[in-house]
């Protein structure tokens, strides 16, 4: 790690979301963590909010007050229109607590049977949330989305969760069909990634600088 890193923990069990952020994030002199590696044997935190932003907030207060390191939490999930927004906060639990990304896709393409082409319109949202528990400074919070629609079966072996359904506007493919570069220019959490990324290289830049001094501060003292 260079002496411009500091840790930075990623508030999420989902390996496919770790995978995704760990690319996204990968060109900073940051070290990243898992909650696997911090906090073995946490049980999961209750999401019990109505919203994404407040799963996030939810997510990244519990981790970071428990590791005291800087947080990256992020609530995502899916929301078709003829659905009224559902799945929504509960796309990881749409069939039952506990469903496979399997069981998920199938319970979504039963809602969606009768719905013709025109009206299977959806998109991807994703929060997250950046939080220094050291700092006073209230957390920052972006979101990123990305527009399609639901296809009538699963196409694609990439991705995870709905990928496979998700027919992303403007590529004709789902997202599952898509290849690692093209899913991270497009979607919804390489965009929130974006609208993250300005206050994260400031949080670095702060960070080298107070190491900086520190260590001057120790050379002359």
């Known amino acids: 790690m260079s ?15 770790m995978a995704e952020l760990r690319v996204l994030l990968g060109d900073l002199p940051v070290e990243f963590s898992s909650l696997a590696e911090m906090l073995p044997g946490r049980p999961p935190v209750s999401e ?15 981790a970071a ?18 659905l009224g927004g559902q799945p929504g906060v509960r796309s990881a639990r749409y069939a039952r607590e506990g469903a496979t990304d399997g069981e ?9 049977k009768d719905v013709p082409e025109a009206e299977r319109k959806a998109r991807f949202h994703c929060v997250m949330v950046l939080l220094d528990p050291w700092s006073e400074e209230p957390p920052v919070i972006v979101e990123g989305r990305c527009e399609g629609s639901i296809g009538r079966e699963a196409r694609g072996a990439g991705g995870f969760g709905y990928d496979p359904l998700f027919v992303v506007e403007g590529f004709g493919r789902t997202m ?3 290849g690692d570069d093209e899913k991270n220019q497009v979607s919804h959490r390489s965009q929130a990634v974006k609208a993250l990324r300005p206050a994260l290289e400031a949080l670095v830049a702060r960070r080298a600088g107070q190491a900086r001094a520190l260590a001057e501060s120790e050379r002359h003292g």
């Open 3 to 17: 002496d411009a890193a500091f840790g930075l923990l990623l508030a999420t069990t989902n390996r496919g979301k």
């Open 48 to 62: 019990d909010g109505h919203t994404f932003e407040e799963n996030a907030l939810i997510k990244a207060r519990a």
């Open 65 to 82: 007050g428990e590791a005291m390191m800087v947080t990256l939490a992020e609530d995502s999930g899916l929301s078709v229109d003829a």
């Open 104 to 112: 998920n896709n199938e319970a979504l393409l039963a809602a969606l």
């Open 176 to 178: 599952a069909e898509l």
